[in-house]
């Protein structure tokens, strides 16, 4: 069992479509973060949600931290090929280790 | 400003073979990551350096890995003998200080026979 739960694994979309991921837990987080990892690469960081509540966004893309800090959702507006990878939630449950979810793989077809 | 770089990229080894991976971090960044990532998963923190210091290694199987980083700059992860579940990619990353921004490597994919 995974301490943090993504979901789906998979998605498969048309360009111009929006979709959500999600990435629970039952712990609670300082902060939650969320990466992309295209494939023959290292995951990059998207964004950092610290705050309870918390919405960012970065372009078409809206990160949302649950109030309890137990949840984060990724939501993509009119998703384009580009925005295919590999999506990976990440938190750090006590001092500095990383721990990762098991990842939504995303495909966008043109 | 160069990237945390990583080689070999890929490698073929047989089941009870030694296999050893380099990585160099970004110039200055004093903590230093190795992961182990399985197909269709996320990564796995396998240890964590500060400088040349081992903080944390609970998720190091020390009776086949090991890892090194003696001058606190470049590190080496050796697996020893290697098992067919040991394939995965095994991605490096760095930070400036414990609990920063951590910035990965591309990754060396491991396949045991």
């Known amino acids: 069992t995974q301490l943090l739960e993504q979901s789906p694994q998979f998605l498969s979309i048309q360009e111009g479509e929006n979709l959500t991921v999600y990435c629970n837990s039952s712990?609670?987080?300082?902060?939650l973060q969320w990466y992309r990892q295209e494939p023959g690469e290292g995951p990059v960081l998207l964004v950092t949600v610290v705050t309870g509540g918390e919405v960012k966004k970065l372009k078409r893309l809206t990160f949302q931290f649950g109030d309890a800090r137990k949840d984060s959702s990724l939501h993509i507006t009119a998703a384009q090929p580009g925005d295919t990878g590999l999506y990976l939630c990440?938190?750090?449950?006590?001092?500095?280790?990383?721990?990762f979810g098991g990842g939504t793989r995303l495909m966008v077809k043109p | 400003e160069a990237g945390v770089a990583q080689s070999p990229r890929y490698k073929i080894i047989e089941k009870r073979q030694s296999v050893a991976f380099w990585c160099n971090p970004i110039?200055?960044?004093?903590?230093l990551y190795w992961y182990q990532q399985i197909l269709g998963q996320g990564p796995k923190l396998l240890i964590q350096?500060?400088?040349?210091?081992?903080?944390?290694d609970s998720q190091l199987p020390k009776d086949r890995f090991s890892a090194e980083r003696l001058k606190g700059v470049d590190s080496t992860l050796k697996i020893q003998p290697a098992k067919l579940e040991d394939s995965a990619v095994y991605l490096c990353a760095s930070t400036q200080q414990g609990g920063g921004t951590q910035y990965f490597g591309p990754g060396t994919r491991l396949l045991v026979l």
């Open positions: 110039s200055g960044h004093a903590t």
């Open positions: 350096f500060q400088n040349n210091g081992v903080v944390d």
């Open positions: 712990s609670v987080f300082s902060s």
């Open positions: 990440a938190g750090d449950p006590a001092g500095n280790m990383l721990t």
